[in-house]
């Protein structure tokens, strides 16, 4: 990592030359790539990633030094939670309805655009992106909040 240099206008953190991202609270500032670290010995990427493997695992990393430090992962790991909790509800639903031919299509083609999404989703965070779901995201957003150690 490079020598600090200027700090974040929102949270008054040190920022490395490297990054367009405050480490601590995650603003976006002028400069080169976003940089990640690792979280004990696994790399924040393939933590946030993970968390959309299981649920459990998004919930430990909410709990568990030093992850829920991490801002990165912690956004990944809310946003995990959400959109499970959202496909769940949906397919609860959709399954309730079951019986006519035209719901029956409609949760296949439903269930096959979750998987899709999950996909990106795990995708986009093994690309170190704060990629957001349209509304979970945002909200995931709000739920990781500011670093506080």
């Known amino acids: 990592m490079g020598t600090m240099s200027s700090l974040c206008a929102e949270c008054g953190e040190l920022l490395p030359d490297a990054g367009c991202f405050c480490p601590a609270c995650g603003t976006p500032v002028a400069g080169g790539k976003v940089t990640y670290g690792k979280a004990e010995s696994l790399p924040d990427r393939l933590a946030a990633a993970s968390a959309y493997l299981f649920v459990i695992l998004a919930v430990f990393f909410l709990l568990k030094e030093p992850f829920k430090n991490n801002r990165f992962i912690r956004f990944h790991a809310w946003q995990s939670i959400l959109a499970a909790g959202a496909f769940l509800l949906?397919?609860?639903?959709?399954?309730?309805?079951?019986?006519?031919?035209?719901?029956?299509?409609?949760?296949?083609?439903?269930?096959?655009?979750?998987?899709?999404?999950?996909?990106?989703?795990?995708?986009?965070?093994?690309?170190?992106?704060?990629?957001?779901?349209?509304?979970?995201?945002?909200?995931g957003e709000r739920l990781a909040g500011p670093v506080h150690s």
């Open 90 to 139: 949906i397919s609860v639903l959709l399954v309730a309805m079951m019986g006519h031919v035209l719901v029956i299509l409609a949760a296949i083609i439903y269930l096959v655009g979750c998987f899709i999404a999950w996909l990106v989703l795990m995708i986009k965070s093994l690309q170190g992106e704060f990629f957001e779901l349209p509304g979970l995201g945002q909200l």
